[in-house]
């Protein structure tokens, strides 16, 4: 039998999937969440100290958002968040990020449109989505499942961030 040692090299296909990670649905746990995103990024090669900045940001904004907004911040609510790397249309190489949450309730997410200079001033709420939109290179929403009846199952909010020509290498395990 002929054993051949693994090299410590980045791989050189962009495509990457991590495995999802699940989070008690509670705001103490978004410095964990904030942990394991900057863990995870490390693992590629070439992204600059304000692109990993930027995500972490906006992880950690769409996960506050999740238990605010939905059945995951109730008791035994979950909140999932994925990640990926892949080739995207006239994109590049893309960093992929989603949060997805458990769920409906009374209120949902919405970026706030119709607030005065004063209203902004004293809003202690309402940020976290204008600071996806305008630091992803796009984002979006969308059902877990998109059927009539399963309405309210959840909903992945998603936000991609353009990934330097070099960047998106794994790093060698």
């Given at each position: 039998m002929v054993i051949v040692p693994q090299t410590s090299v980045a791989t050189t296909h962009p495509e990457r999937r991590w495995e999802p990670r699940l989070y008690p649905g509670t705001l103490a746990t978004a410095s964990r969440v904030r942990?394991?995103?900057?863990?995870?990024?490390?693992?590629?090669?070439?992204?600059?100290?304000?692109?990993?900045?930027?995500?972490?940001?906006?992880?950690?904004?769409?996960?506050?958002?999740?238990?605010?907004?939905?059945?995951?911040?109730?008791?035994?609510?979950?909140?999932?968040?994925?990640?990926?790397?892949?080739s995207a249309p006239d994109a590049g190489t893309v960093l992929r990020l989603s949060v997805i949450d458990d769920g409906t309730k009374d209120t949902g997410?919405?970026?706030p449109r119709q607030r005065t200079a004063e209203e902004w001033r004293e809003?202690?709420?309402?940020?976290?989505?204008?600071?996806?939109?305008?630091?992803?290179?796009?984002?979006?929403?969308?059902?877990v499942l998109d059927f009539p009846f399963c309405a309210g199952l959840g909903t992945v909010t998603w936000a991609e961030f353009a990934l330097p020509a070099p960047a998106?290498?794994?790093r060698g395990r």
């Open positions: 942990s394991d995103m900057r863990t995870d990024l490390a693992r590629l090669i070439g992204l600059g100290d304000d692109l990993v900045a930027t995500v972490v940001l906006c992880v950690s904004e769409m996960f506050a958002n999740a238990v605010e907004h939905s059945r995951s911040g109730e008791a035994d609510g979950r909140v999932i968040r994925t990640l990926a790397v892949h997410p919405l970026i809003a202690e709420h309402g940020r976290g989505l204008l600071l996806v939109e305008h630091t992803a290179a796009g984002w979006g929403t969308r059902p998106g290498a794994e």
